[in-house]
């Protein structure tokens, strides 16, 4: 049961990128993370049958999410260089397990998830360096419930 409750601040959101490559996992938590949204895109099957005298019927059959994360590049933080890292990969090495840790302690960990790197230091001059990425589920998650 979690101790948390009522409303409470995004930044207790956290996430850790396994920077491994390994079969034993290292989480690390992205330095200077500092906003992001998520997507759920869901498939849903639609048919109207007769004796619904021509009311839809729906089913949902399909399930990915997608979470777009923004903050700054931390160079010679784990988790910062091994995001960074994988703008130069494609295929299966821009994989890599994600976790999402909740405010209330559940924890979402996405297997094999895509990294889609979009910015590792693109902005005006006198800018603080960007690290810009979208973790793509890639199958089912884990969704392990607050102790």
Same mark, same amino acid.
């Given at each position: 049961?979690?101790?948390t ?24 938590? %992205? ?14 099957e ?20 997608? #979470?777009? #994360? ?5 160079? /010679?933080?784990d988790?910062?260089?091994? #995001? ?20 209330? /302690? ?8 895509? %990294?889609?790197?979009?910015? #590792? ?26 102790g």
């Amino acid at each position: 049961m979690s101790t948390t409750s009522g409303v409470y601040p995004c930044y207790e959101n956290q996430f850790q990128v396994d920077v491994s490559n390994t079969s034993t996992a290292s989480f690390k938590t %992205i330095a200077d993370c500092e906003s992001f949204s998520v997507s759920f895109d869901n498939g849903v099957e639609e048919w109207r049958p007769f004796e619904q005298e021509g009311w839809v019927r729906r089913l949902l059959t399909a399930k990915g999410v997608t #979470i777009s #994360i923004t903050g700054k590049r931390c160079l /010679g933080d784990d988790g910062s260089d091994f #995001i960074a890292g994988l703008a130069w990969k494609n295929g299966r090495e821009a994989e890599t397990d994600f976790q999402w840790t909740f405010p209330d /302690g559940t924890v979402v960990t996405f297997a094999d998830a895509v %990294i889609n790197v979009t910015n #590792i230091g693109s902005a005006d001059s006198t800018s603080v360096a960007p690290l810009e990425f979208e973790v793509q589920s890639n199958g089912k998650p884990t969704v392990t419930p607050a102790g």
